[in-house]
């Protein structure tokens, strides 16, 4: 079983590489996501179908990490800097990861900050 901090590592890498089974494998089956307080993604099928519609239209995309805490034995915050978008645009990110026996339950994005392409 993973421990918060590698599952949290391994979704990134795997996001990073666009290994869309990997990534979705680091979830629990019964996954949230949350964006700005809302549900937007449930269910490994939905984060499946999220997530390649993304890879596939920035196959450049790629998740800079700039800094990461771990709290308690379930918490991992990351703060990243997204790049590759298609509009050109960039993201920083920051993501609270929710981690019970080894796999992601719950994301909550918090808000970001959208760069424009220059």
Partial sequence: ???????????????????????????ASDVKLWRH??????????????????????PGLKA????????GATTVIDHEWVTGRSDGD???VFATFEVV?????????RPERRVPAA
């Fill in 90 to 92: 960039h993201l920083e």
């Fill in 64 to 71: 800079l990490l700039l800094g990461r805490l771990v709290g």
């Fill in 37 to 58: 307080g809302e549900l937007f993604c449930e269910g490994r099928a939905a984060l499946r179908a999220q997530y390649a519609a993304l890879f596939q239209a920035n």
């Fill in 1 to 27: 079983m993973l421990s918060p901090l590698e599952a949290v590592s391994a979704q990134l890498a795997a996001y990073n590489a666009q290994d869309l089974e990997t990534f979705v494998a680091q979830y």
């Fill in 101 to 109: 026996n080894g796999l992601i339950t719950q994301v909550w994005f």
